[in-house]
């Protein structure tokens, strides 16, 4: 089992959908949680950052932790062709910080 | 966001040339800079791990005196790719945290083609 598991996809959603991303974890040292959205031959983009359990919204994204079920989500309202891309889970102990990835999903969503 | 810049974005080298990428932190210190190897449609594989000062930390089965890594200056980290081969082709990114900060930024990557 990896430490971080997330569905590669692909995730076909119209325009104007809510769309809910998901990673599950087993490493219960994991505090820092973070979601990266990756265009196609890009760097990933931070977009959102939560420590610890709870949620946090940033415009059209809310991010969601639980920790005490090992597994954090992305929800984003309204989606536009533009959000289109592969999205990241990532995660971290204190300490070393050293970033645990999930493989990404492929979101598309269509017109 | 902070930013992070790396070049080049893209460089084609002959067959055993060394290739060099650089990696800045434009707005703030780097305590730590990650590099990473992305194949086509897979996730990030982590390359190796340098502090500001020190020596870099290799990930299981990648050869530091192929990859050698610098990290010379709180706002630069630099990977070169020594006598490269076609196989080493692939897309290189860098990112970069702040001291006592969990979030890192990456740079736009590099797509390194060797012919």
């Known amino acids: 089992q990896k430490e971080v598991e997330q569905d590669p996809g692909p995730l076909s959603v119209p325009e104007g959908a809510i769309v809910s991303l998901n990673c599950t974890y087993s490493?219960?040292?994991?505090?820092?949680f973070m979601w990266y959205r990756q265009y196609s031959r890009k760097g990933p983009e931070l977009l959102m950052y939560t420590y610890s359990s709870g949620n946090k919204e940033d415009g059209r994204f809310t991010a969601q932790v639980d920790k005490s079920s090992k597994y954090i989500s992305l929800f984003i309202r309204d989606s536009q062709p533009s959000d289109s891309a592969t999205y990241l889970c990532a995660m971290s102990a204190g300490g070393s910080y050293i970033p645990t990835f999930g493989r990404g999903t492929s979101l598309i969503v269509h017109p | 966001g902070a930013v992070v810049s790396q070049h080049p974005s893209w460089v084609i080298c002959k067959s055993g040339t060394s290739v060099k990428i650089e990696c800045r932190s434009l707005d703030f210190q780097a305590t730590t800079m990650f590099w990473y190897r992305q194949f086509p449609k897979q996730s990030l594989m982590l390359m190796a791990t340098?502090?500001?000062?020190?020596?870099?930390?290799?990930e299981q089965g990648v050869e530091k005196d192929k990859f050698l890594i610098n990290h010379a200056s709180l706002t630069l980290s630099t990977l070169t790719v020594t006598s490269a081969h076609p196989e080493d082709s692939s897309f290189y990114i860098c990112s970069a945290r702040a001291r006592g900060r969990a979030e890192a930024f990456f740079g736009q990557g590099t797509r390194l083609t060797v012919v």
């Open positions: 340098s502090n500001e000062g020190s020596k870099a930390t290799y």
């Open positions: 490493n219960s040292a994991f505090q820092y």
